[in-house]
């Protein structure tokens, strides 16, 4: 094939590569925008298309499967199964064309791409006419993890697009590589793993621990309603850290050397309001943390004010209507202001 038949046979596909971009984009970007997963995709440009065909791996039109392709790019590696079923769901997967990850052939001293590729096409409703290109044309569909995307899109400009070629540049491509599969395999086994850092003293991340402990217990003896529950834990015990800080007449940095000294009574303090008010009588309209900051400050007046310049608390019109000697000692959130 001459180099004009060339472009004449990519200008005459583009079309069709510009119509099966928009669907599976359409398909796609919703699924990765709800499971909150990057998408991407491109179609090969003229040049890269001549290029790979020089390669001599192709003898036809039709061995392309690549012309478009799009990457999902999940966060960890075990969520690749719920991409794998999605796309075999709404397309048209070729299972024996498509290469998945850990079941291609690889020695245990080489590091190189091998990420997930399902080869597909789009699916054809019933009542296409068998003769529309559109539906014979196969794309591909990658599955990389957060950390493969980070390697390749930082090394495949510096290693395999540089205008040089270097030995040095490839091989320190590969052992980011090797870098990208030892973080995978630390995530894979986050829990184990980490049982075997050697821990250091930290009085603030014990106390921390102190009140996640306190309030997991809470409701799991049913004294606090379920809705209240925090969905980030460590952020919830940061944050009513803070709160225990300003108590305590310290800077709320969220960080100390020291425990607090009162720790102790705050949380024997909240514990006996929550126990003597009942489950079934907690507001379920503010949340946890308010809640705590309403028990923590209801008349208090003896705080230092000096150590909360850059500490502001949500105070909203049913904590001050429930509880009437509410006196905070730092600036409140503007929530009119913009």
């Known amino acids: 094939m001459s180099y004009s038949s060339l472009l004449l046979r ?3 596909n583009l079309g069709l590569l510009n119509n099966i971009q928009s669907r599976v984009k359409g398909i796609v970007g919703p699924f990765c925008e709800e499971s909150g997963f990057l998408f991407e995709g491109r179609i090969k440009s003229q040049e890269s298309v001549s290029e790979k065909l020089e390669t001599g791996m192709y003898s036809s039109w039709d061995e392309l499967t690549d012309l478009y392709a799009c990457t999902i790019v999940i966060n960890l590696p075990d969520q690749e199964k719920q991409v794998r079923d999605f796309v075999s769901e709404f397309f048209v997967l070729d299972t024996d064309k498509s290469r998945y990850k850990g079941k291609q052939i ?10 997930t590729r399902l080869y597909c096409k789009i699916k054809k409703p019933g009542h296409i006419d068998d003769s529309e290109p559109l539906y014979d044309i196969q794309f591909e569909v990658q599955i990389r993890t957060i950390f493969e995307y ?10 395999y697009k540089s205008p040089v070629v270097d030995w040095k540049r490839q091989r320190l491509a590969a052992q980011l590589k090797a870098a990208t599969e030892q973080i995978e395999t630390l995530v894979l086994a ?19 621990t102190k009140i996640h402990l306190f309030f997991t217990e809470l409701f799991r003896e049913e004294l606090l309603p379920a809705e209240l529950e925090p969905s980030d834990w460590t952020r919830f015990s940061s944050n009513v850290y803070k709160l225990f800080q300003i108590r305590a007449n310290q800077k709320p940095s969220g960080r100390s050397y020291y425990h607090i000294k009162e720790i102790d ?6 514990g006996r309001y929550i126990k ?9 309209s503010m949340s946890l943390f308010q809640l705590i900051a309403c028990i923590l400050f209801d008349g208090v007046a003896d705080l230092k004010e000096s150590n909360l310049e850059k500490y502001s608390l949500l105070v909203t019109q049913e904590m001050k209507d429930l509880f009437p000697k509410l006196s905070i000692p730092c600036k409140l959130f503007d929530i009119a202001k913009v």
Do not use: M, N
Not at 276 to 284: D, L, R, V
């Open 276 to 284: 003597k008010t009942g489950a079934e009588s907690i507001p379920k």
């Open 190 to 208: 986050f829990d184990h793993a980490s049982e075997y850092i050697l821990e250091s003293k930290s009085p603030d991340i014990e106390d921390q």
């Open 10 to 12: 990519y200008s005459e």
């Open 265 to 270: 009574s705050l949380l024997g303090c909240i």
């Open 106 to 115: 690889k020695p245990a001293d080489v590091f190189r791409y091998d990420s």
């Open 150 to 159: 980070a390697w390749s899109k930082t090394t495949h400009a510096l290693a």
